[in-house]
């Protein structure tokens, strides 16, 4: 009586909430190493809009995790998630204990690869990439020894993680022993030729394909968008015999790309108005345009119709919200979505300690950094971790603090400090009036200094009244780049404050001299 109540409430879950309580009844029976009921609660779990999947993980790891249709959900569940990761993790752990692998297994590990792969693109780790792409090649040839690997789901996986890790060679190979090849199978392949920048080789087959869908389109349409070619992407867009929710978010994000938030937003509008269904990538493209522009107006009405509609607000979607609060200056609302994310990528981290930071709450940021150190088995910071620790330094004056952070990043956490590391080391030095140290860090960078450098420390010459740096600073700019009239009325001032008369009017011909223009002060409101 009780098993067959159980089975029918673990079939009905609407909510998380319900499947809390039927977690609850099932141990409360006894019934947690039932084959028919734990499997729909996980699957629920972690796979439902409605479910939440570190709750699945902790499900899981209740149960003896050797059930083969369990570990396959998990690692669906993982590869579609901000820590695929996982569920090469839940692979391995299937393979040691010898529990059963099919061709689910091994299409699902294959997606999680090339997500890997994909969401490492920009990373600077490059060995995580390699010792990934050796996987999928260790995966192929198990695929291989236990015969799936005619499985054309299989293949087409395959097809995605080669081409992910940039081995167009081996899924062209691949691809060229196809026994049936489907559309899929076409566009892959085109899509690897596209993102290695063979377009020769991907227009032939493109042209050879027997038939086309809206995802050959969409393929086309991503050539142009990577290149920043707009026009053409809006050209394939309006001209594709169908469109779906992936071209118009191509579209979408092709705007975000070029910088171009107003025409995103403009879109976004288009695609509600012809009633088609936004995804979660369409939000997180427009979250990305609103936290740009600093329309928190369109960014909260996302989140208040997400919220009404039930739906969980995790991975990327949760990161998108929080950085579009922090970027629009709520950090009351991004504080309350970052803690509501259960599973926190590095990015999401990021978000919430930069937005702090750049807003003048460098206490928190700072709290915030020393509470992901604490859970570094979980994350670790990255490059950009450390400019928002950085900027809390600077906001905050704490310049010792700075120095170690600095420090330290290179020495323990192996990231050597990029151009914007350095800006944010010469403003915190600057901004407290170190800037004969500030100057010395500047010419003994590892590259060149650009003009935002330069002109940091200029603009701390007025405040600090030191004519002599400003000279140099002004002169490394004229070097750099045609000298703009801020800087002419940065210098002149700094000469006016220290009454080297002389030296302004000299200035002042200087720009008459140049044709140098002053342009006119303005400022922006928006209009209700």
Not at 229 to 235: C, G, I, R
Not at 281 to 291: E, W
Not at 458 to 469: I, S, T
Request: aromatic share 10%; hydrophobic share 40%; net charge neutral.
């Amino acid at each position: 009586m009780v098993r067959s109540r159980l089975i029918q409430m673990v079939s009905k879950l609407q909510s998380l909430k319900e499947a809390e309580q039927a977690h609850a009844s099932i141990i409360k029976a006894a019934l947690w190493d039932h084959s028919g009921i734990v499997p729909k609660l996980i699957s629920f779990a972690c796979l439902s809009p409605a479910g939440s999947l570190s709750r699945a993980q902790e499900m899981f790891q209740e149960t003896s995790m050797d059930n083969p249709f369990v570990c396959n959900t998990m690692i669906r569940a993982y590869s579609k998630s901000v820590f695929p990761i996982r569920a090469v993790l839940i692979y391995n752990r299937m393979h040691g204990a010898h529990v059963e692998c099919d061709h689910f297994t091994y299409n699902f590990v294959l997606k999680a690869c090339g997500r890997i792969l994909w969401c490492t693109k920009d990373d600077a780790r490059a060995v995580e990439r390699i010792d990934i792409a050796s996987k999928g090649a260790e995966i192929h040839c198990k695929v291989w020894k236990v015969g799936f690997d005619r499985d054309q789901y299989i293949q087409n996986s395959l097809l995605h993680v080669y081409s992910q890790c940039g081995s167009v060679s081996h899924a062209r190979r691949l691809f060229d022993e196809m026994t049936q090849r489907t559309v899929a199978s076409w566009n892959i392949i085109i899509s690897a030729y596209d993102r290695s920048g063979d377009f020769a080789s991907a227009d032939r087959l493109l042209g050879l394909m027997p038939a086309k869908n809206v995802v050959s389109w969409n393929t086309l349409m991503g050539r142009y968008i990577r290149m920043g070619d707009l026009a053409a992407a809006k050209k394939v867009f309006l001209e594709m015999p169908e469109r779906d929710a992936v071209s118009w978010n191509s579209m979408i994000a092709g705007y975000v790309q070029v910088k171009d938030y107003n025409g995103a937003l403009s879109l976004f509008h288009e695609m509600l108005n012809a009633n088609i269904e936004a995804t979660e990538i369409t939000l997180i493209s427009v979250l990305g345009a609103c936290a740009e522009t600093g329309d928190l107006e369109v960014g909260g009405m996302i989140h208040e119709s997400l919220e009404a509609k039930g739906y969980k607000i995790e991975g990327y979607l949760g990161i998108a919200i929080v950085d579009m609060y922090s970027k629009c200056g709520n950090l009351s609302h991004a504080w309350e979505v970052f803690s509501q994310v259960k599973m926190k990528p590095v990015s999401c981290w990021n978000a919430m300690i930069v937005g702090l930071a750049v807003h003048g709450y460098s206490d928190e940021a700072l709290e915030l950094f020393a509470e992901m150190e604490r859970r570094i088995d979980e994350v670790r910071p990255n490059r950009v971790t450390f400019i928002g620790v950085l900027i809390a330094c600077s906001h905050k004056g704490l310049v010792d603090k700075g120095r170690e952070f600095f420090g330290r990043m290179r020495k323990e956490y192996k990231i050597e400090p990029d151009m914007k590391h350095y800006g944010c080391m010469v403003d915190l030095l600057s901004r407290w009036g170190l800037l004969s140290e500030a100057y010395e860090m500047i010419k003994r960078m590892p590259f060149q200094a650009n003009s935002v450098l330069w002109r940091t420390l200029l603009g701390a010459c007025r405040v600090h009244g030191n004519v002599e740096l400003a000279e140099l600073s002004f002169q490394e700019l004229t070097d750099l780049e045609p000298t703009q009239d801020g800087d002419y009325v940065l210098l002149s001032n700094i000469y006016s404050e220290a009454r080297r008369w002389g030296d302004v009017e000299f200035l002042r011909g200087e720009m008459i001299d140049f044709r140098v223009p002053k342009r006119p002060g303005s400022s922006n409101i928006e209009m209700k």
